[in-house]
């Protein structure tokens, strides 16, 4: 026998429904992308909005570099 398929409706207060989250480490994460994005992929295209959570210290580093990044 197969086993029933359960549908779920959605919650119609989408506010208190908490977005499902993953941690990973960006070493972890980083090479993934980078073949990724170097094979151009098209369907990563569809998650250059999504937002990701960084620590504060990683966020310094990386806002200081591309400061001082010489212009094109």
């Not at 480490?25 to 990724?36: Q, S, T, V």
């Not at 504060?56 to 990044?69: G, P, V």
Request: net charge negative; hydrophobic share 45%; proline share 7%.
């Amino acid at each position: 026998m197969n086993p029933a398929l359960k549908i779920y409706e959605q919650p119609e207060d989408e506010g208190s429904v908490q977005p499902a989250t993953v941690k990973v480490c960006l070493g972890d994460l980083l090479p993934i992308l980078a073949l990724l994005h170097r094979r151009n992929f098209a369907w990563l295209r569809d998650f250059v909005d999504d937002e990701v959570v960084i620590t504060a210290d990683l966020y310094q580093i990386l806002k200081t570099f591309t400061d001082r990044m010489p212009s094109a």
